[in-house]
């Protein structure tokens, strides 16, 4: 036996509480029924009680029977190790329950139950001495089938539906737990909307009482003459009651379209927002429960569309991947050790290029490199910690891990130069003297993590020796006279491919390290036909 057996054993038991409950709440009209509009004497009525009683007997068996065959794909889907299909077809028969509920008593449950009772009334008609004509079995049928089990249906409708919804959580939770496989059929329950709801039982609940009235007045009248007699009256009770009960279900279909109008504006105003459409609104104004909904619908898309919006400028500091994983850690996310790969590119002589120029060229010109190494580092899956006047750092490893920073540093570095060679090629059409750039890249520990005030301004940042042994790798390629620098950590991670491009081991002392640096000059292809330091002074279009 699973462990979640006891889980169905109640729920079933409850079930079966509210289908005796219900099938009690029918015998209430059942027993005025048979009073006022059939033709029993009053010392007949025990009998036929008893008849009915025994009708319920031989019908509660097959109700049980039912009600097992209809909870049995819930049954399954609580299962140990039920399969994901399987938790799909019980959510859904779960959903289904109540419509369920409404088709086996108004339909099997009224049919045989009225059959069965037919059959003992003319079995019984000897003995009992009963008078019945097809008038008094025609309106049996009709009353046996509309207001004798209304009562019944909303009750256990109303109650079946109301337990189901702790039952439904657990089997949500349950498949968002097991992994959806491609072209899985989704659950689908029927849809049995308010209005939908209203359209069956508002009839019911008017058209059924008018017709008892009449039948029992027609039934009271005994003889031709006394018939004649009653007759102007009752026309009169015929025209009141067909009229009331038209404009009874005239105000209950108004009051039912004007439900489903307002539950057509919550649902359309939902699906947008599931779908990514912040900016949906409920256009719903009322003082029901509805427009209540809609104000905290409409509160809650707000407040969405904002969170977006902080979302999309956050975004816009660094990659989106990169601002999903930030907002996942949060705020008061613990600084961790990583092992990653730091990126320092710096832009040669571009003090001298400033001299004589404005800020906006000035800012134009950084603002172009910068974009273009920014989308190289984003490529390479990196981070952009900070913007250092006219060069970045660059993370790789954190706060996404990455398989091989070392690797994604060196691409993004490469990367870099071939967009940085585009670039220059523009720029000496517009007469701008090309870019000179210098990359250093270090792989080490650091301690990675926010830090600063988190009620004004917080900075994701990393901490460590690495960083600074990568800086000063950087301003070495000024010595050296590389575009690009990699040391022997970065080295020793790199792909065959990219170590084809590296130059022999070179050691150097670099300041604030006490033992040499070991790095490795790579291959970028960067031409300086016009650097910075040669064309400072050359002339800038604007």
Known sequence: MSAVTPVFRAFFRRCV????????????????????????????????????????????????????????????????????NSVLRGYARLLDLPWLVLVRIFGPHALIASAIMTGLIIAAKRPMQLELDWHDYAAFWFFSLTIVPIGHVVYEFTAVERDSHTLANLLGERLSEIPAQPGEPAANPRSFTL?????????????????????????????????????????DMVVIGTVAAAFFIFLMYRLGNEISFQTRQLTSALDRLAVGNLSARVELHATSEFGQIAEHVNAMAGKLAERQHIR??????????????????????????RHVAVLFVDVRGFTAFSRGRSPRVILAVLNQFLEEAVEAVAHARGTVNKYLGDGLLAVFGAPIELENPCASAFQAGLEMCRRLRTLNSEFVIAGIPE???????????????????????????????????ASRIEQLTKTVGAEMLVSAEVFADLTDSQKALAGPALEEQVRGVEKPVTVHAIQTGLSHARSLDAGAAAPMSA
């Open 312 to 337: 999309d400028l956050f975004g816009a500091y660094m990659t989106p991947e990169v601002a999903d994983k930030l907002l996942e850690i949060g705020a008061k996310g613990e600084s961790e050790v």
């Open 17 to 84: 509480r509210h289908l005796l409950l219900g099938t009690a709440v029918s015998v209430i009209p059942a027993a005025g029924f048979y009073l006022v509009t059939m033709p029993f004497t009053t010392g007949q009525m025990p009998a036929v009680l008893a008849l009915g009683a025994l009708t319920l007997a031989i019908v509660l068996p097959l109700d049980l029977w039912l009600l097992r065959r209809t909870l049995a794909p819930i049954a399954d889907a609580l299962e140990e190790n039920a399969s994901r």
């Open 435 to 469: 870019l000179r750039i210098g990359i250093g890249i270090h792989a080490g520990d650091v301690v990675v993590g926010s830090i600063g005030s988190a009620k004004y301004k917080l900075e994701y940042t990393v901490i460590g020796d690495a960083v600074n042994v």
């Open 195 to 235: 209005a939908t709801r209203m359209r069956i039982f508002f009839p019911l609940l008017a058209i059924a009482p008018v017709a008892a009235v009449i039948l029992a007045v027609l039934k009271r009248s005994e003889g031709l003459a006394d018939f004649k007699e009653h007759l102007p009256m009752l026309i």
